[in-house]
Antibody, heavy 130, light 113 residues
Framework: QVQLQQSGPGLVKPSQTLSVTCAIS??????????WNWIRQSPSRGLEWLGR?????????DYAESVKSRITANPDTSRNQFSLQLNSVTPEDTAVYYC????????????????????WGQGTMVTVSS | QSVLTQPPSVSGAPGQRVTISCTGS?????????VHWYQQLPGTAPKLLIY???NRPSGFPDRFSGSKSGTSASLAITGLQAEDEADYYC?????????????FGTGTKVTVI
């Protein structure tokens, strides 16, 4: 069973960098079939996918346009975890941040579905305030 | 912000059937992208409920079912139970925006009355 355990500070000052880490058990950050995602949730923005890191012969990243200039998602293979860094935060970045595994699912004919987020971390409430 | 629209709330008595719609457009659901559904119990992370439009992972009963047609998708809950009280979200992909874009619905709160 895959488990994702998040850690990180709950309070960040405006203009500083938000950092959250997600430790993986039951899978590998270097898996050739999974992706490792960051998603946040706030009352104003709902659920918002932020970005992902994954390994397919080499490391790749994809980021949402809304945060592309400020976000970094990095793997840490020595600790089997991955991290989120969001720079230059404002109060609008106040949210619950989740890590989640993206996995491939197939139908009975072997056709691949759109990747689904099948395991989630417990969430980290991050408040941006001075 | 969300490009997938859901009703804010639906309610039903125990044993009844409720449905939740997820309305998209030609750049997401209508473009053929699959729809997944998540259940979020109060104070917890979302949990994958339906994948690939109408498939259930192990752990969820067959009271939950999904469908997709045109630019919309639906989640049905039959034989509604008190434990089904939760927020439900649809999720897909949108090709209209630059970059990579997984998108979620606005969310629907299900209340068992």
């Amino acid at each position: 069973q895959v488990q994702l355990q998040q850690s990180g500070p709950g309070l960040v000052k405006p203009s500083q960098t938000l950092s959250v880490t997600c430790a993986i058990s039951g899978d590998s950050v270097s898996s050739n079939s999974a992706t490792w995602n960051w998603i946040r949730q706030s009352p104003s923005r709902g659920l918002e996918w932020l970005g992902r890191t994954y390994y397919r012969s080499k490391w790749h990243n994809d980021y949402a346009e809304s945060v592309k200039s400020r976000i970094t998602a990095n793997p840490d293979t020595s600790r089997n975890q991955f991290s989120l860094q969001l720079n230059s935060v404002t109060p609008e970045d106040t949210a619950v941040y989740y890590c989640a595994r993206g996995a491939d699912y197939y139908d009975s004919s072997g056709n691949l579905f759109l990747e689904a987020f099948d395991f989630w971390g417990q969430g980290t409430m991050v408040t941006v305030s001075s | 912000q969300s490009v997938l629209t859901q009703p804010p709330s639906v309610s039903g008595a125990p044993g009844q059937r409720v449905t939740i719609s997820c309305t998209g457009s030609s750049s997401n659901i209508g473009a053929g992208y699959d729809v997944h559904w998540y259940q979020q119990l109060p104070g917890t992370a979302p949990k994958l409920l339906i994948y690939g439009n109408n498939n259930r992972p192990s752990g969820f009963p067959d009271r939950f079912s999904g469908s997709k047609s045109g630019t919309s998708a639906s989640l049905a809950i039959t034989g509604l139970q008190a434990e089904d009280e939760a927020d439900y979200y649809c999720q897909s992909y949108d090709a209209s925006l630059t970059g990579y874009n997984y998108v979620f619905g606005t969310g629907t709160k299900v209340t068992v009355i």
